[in-house]
């Protein structure tokens, strides 16, 4: 059976940084690509990152620059690293590999 779990989210002050990471179970992590995807209120969701098992990476423009995917495979894991967090950064976080999606982590940007 195929799990993702994401963690790390939290409620953080504008401009700090946090680190999501989305750990893999039941499926053969190394092969397939990961993407992270986010779903503020009101909205639908989005696409913010993709790496591939080779490691090449896409952003979307509103967090070019200021996100960093990245994947240790040793791990299972990927992980979303957050910079210069703005209150529009405010969104649920999901990954997503193959046809599976991670249940969310909350990421709360407020002053």
């Known amino acids: 059976q195929v799990s993702l779990v994401a963690s790390g989210g939290g409620l953080v002050r504008p401009g700090v940084s946090l680190r999501l990471s989305c750990t893999a179970s039941?499926?053969?992590?190394?092969?397939?690509?990961v993407g992270w995807y986010r779903q503020a209120p009101g909205k639908q969701r989005e696409l913010v990152a993709t790496?591939?098992?080779?490691?090449?990476?896409v952003y979307e423009d509103v967090v070019k620059g200021r996100f960093t995917i990245s994947r240790d495979n040793a791990k299972s894991t990927a992980y979303l690293e957050m910079n210069s967090l703005t209150p529009e950064d405010t969104a649920v976080y999901y990954c997503?590999?193959?046809?599976?999606w991670g249940k969310g982590t909350l990421v709360t940007v407020s002053s």
């Open positions: 790496i591939t098992s080779g490691g090449s990476t």
């Open positions: 039941g499926i053969n992590f190394r092969v397939y690509g």
């Open positions: 997503h590999m193959l046809d599976y």
